[in-house]
């Protein structure tokens, strides 16, 4: 499975929704601390640019004494509908700056240096420690997950139901009586998560490993196909 050092830097570099809260500042549109870009510095500080003139700037820029805390917040959110369709949280935390010269005219970039990281989704709730989050790489499908969960949903979904045969034991008693609904709620380089969806709303996720980790777009169909083999024998 991935760690959650892994897992919340695949969310810091997703396109998942996320808002920069510097504790004490007001704001009149709370789109205004949303950064334009996010990147992640060989160090493990995050980098998030910001219009020039943006509270956030101001407060980075006009700080008296220590440099200002802040907490990026970011939620994970299906993209394709399902019930539940949060996928999780992620926090990190720290001392806020502003980094000259790295953004275009009009712009500047703001550093989060990193202090703490918390993360709560599908797998459960971790701390990440600074070193940890620092070596980890974002999973390597983070850039396509929601256009191939969205094609999967739209294209595949009886294969995807079919998937429940392999749920061992409760193959009969679910799949076979309930015929539930198969939505692909969650990809990354070890598998698939489904979540079934039964009637009046009951829904269960089973999780289906790949044979080996994926690297690309080639090596998810190639694993896909063998998933799919095996669920129509």
Do not use: N
Not at 12 to 37: I, K, M, Y
Not at 68 to 76: G, K, R, S
Not at 85 to 114: K, Y
């Amino acid at each position: 499975m991935p760690s959650a050092a892994e897992r919340t830097r695949t969310l810091v570099q997703s396109t998942c929704s996320a808002v920069l809260v510097v504790p004490g500042l007001d704001v009149a549109r709370p789109e205004q601390l949303v950064p334009g870009t996010r990147s992640v510095g060989p160090e493990g500080d995050l980098f998030l640019e910001f219009p020039a003139d943006s509270p956030a700037v101001r407060a980075a820029a006009h700080a008296r004494g220590d440099e200002p805390t802040a907490v990026l917040e970011i939620t994970d959110v299906a993209p394709v509908s399902v019930p539940h369709r949060i996928r999780g949280r992620a926090w990190v935390s720290g001392r806020l700056t502003c980094v000259p010269g790295l953004a275009d005219a009009g712009r500047m970039m703001l550093r989060l240096e990193f202090g703490e990281a918390y993360v709560d989704d599908l797998w459960g709730a971790e701390d990440i420690a600074q070193e940890d989050f620092r070596d980890a790489a974002p999973d390597p499908l983070v850039i396509h997950e929601a256009e191939l969960l969205q094609h999967l949903h739209a294209a595949h979904g009886e294969q995807l139901r079919k998937l429940c045969g392999l749920l061992g034991e409760r193959t009969d008693h679910t799949c076979s009586a309930h015929g539930p609904t198969a939505v692909p709620v969650a990809l990354d380089r070890f598998g698939l998560r489904i979540r079934f969806v039964e009637g009046r709303g009951a829904c269960f996720d089973a999780r289906f490993e790949f044979p080996e980790p994926v690297r690309d777009v080639g090596g998810l169909r190639r694993a896909m196909h063998t998933l799919f083999e095996a669920a129509s024998r």
